[in-house]
Each structure stands twice: as C-alpha cells, then as structure tokens.
C-alpha cells in the first residue's frame, strides 16, 4: 500500500536558489531553502524540493529504501525566524531528490500531481521521527 504524504513547509526556496521556472515542474540545480518557522519536522517540503534532517537521511540509507537520492542544501534562516526563534540551532538538512516510480515499486515516488508518495515501508521509517505536522492519507 501507498500513502500521499504533504509534509510541513517550514519555509521556502531562498534568494541562492538556481531553479528554471519555465518548465513545470520548475527544475532545481541547486537548492536554498530559507527557513521562515520550523516546528520540528523531519521533513518539509516547499514546491518543488522536499529535505530532510542528518538523521532520517541516515535511516533511510540504513533501511536502503529505494526512490530518493540525497544532496547539499544551503539553509538560510528568515528576519522573521530569527525574531520568533532566537537562539535556535537548526539540525543539518539535506535534499531529498525523488527520483522512484510504481513499476520499481520504489519507496519514494512523485505524484502526477507532484505530491509525495510512500510506501508502507517509507511510512513505517518515517513515523519513527518527528512528523506532528505532515498530512498523511492512504491512496486507494
């Protein structure tokens, strides 16, 4: 079984971003993800890149779920996250580059609607961490 997971948006594609808008999706080359909250998740997303903290990164290669390839991300921090979070230490994050599909039965898919899709397998990884702030539902 499938879940469509929409984690939560913590932020945003920063200023140091190279991305080309003229294709939809939009294509990453390099990633800034710019930091407006963040209410402890393990995974956020903001259209079109999803990342993650160190230590899901780990457990996802340690389980060799199939479908995600992980990369460098520039984290910055918004004015307004530093007014609403001083003091706050950022875990490390890194891209997590979807690249799966249903015919390898991959555990990290993207939707034709370009939502996130897991495997039970993803699932049962990522309900181990932090996730008080994603939207699950099963697809049918």
């Known amino acids: 079984m ?32 710019k930091f407006a909250g963040w209410l402890g998740d393990d995974i956020l ?3 079109p890149c999803y990342i993650v903290t160190e230590r899901l ?4 290669e340690f389980r060799n779920l199939k479908g995600v390839g992980f990369d460098d ?3 910055s921090k918004s ?19 979807i690249n799966g599909a249903f015919e390898n039965n991959d555990d990290f898919i993207l939707g034709n609607d370009y939502r996130l899709i897991i ?22």
Not at 3 to 31: D, Q, S, W, Y
Not at 57 to 60: D, H, S, V
Not at 84 to 96: E, G, Q, V
Request: hydrophobic share 40%; no cysteine; charged share 25%.
């Open 79 to 97: 004015g307004e996250f530093d007014d609403f979070y001083p003091n706050t230490n950022l875990p490390k994050f890194y891209w997590a580059k």
């Open 119 to 140: 495997s039970d397998m993803a699932y049962e990884t990522l309900i181990l961490f932090n996730l008080n702030h994603a939207s699950l539902e099963e697809m049918e």
């Open 57 to 60: 990164k780990r457990e996802i």
């Open 45 to 47: 997303e903001s259209f």
């Open 2 to 33: 499938y879940r469509i997971i929409e984690p939560e948006v913590a932020g945003g594609i920063g200023e140091e971003t190279v991305i080309n808008t003229k294709v939809h999706p939009p294509i990453v080359a390099k990633l800034n993800y």
């Open 73 to 75: 991300v520039l984290i």
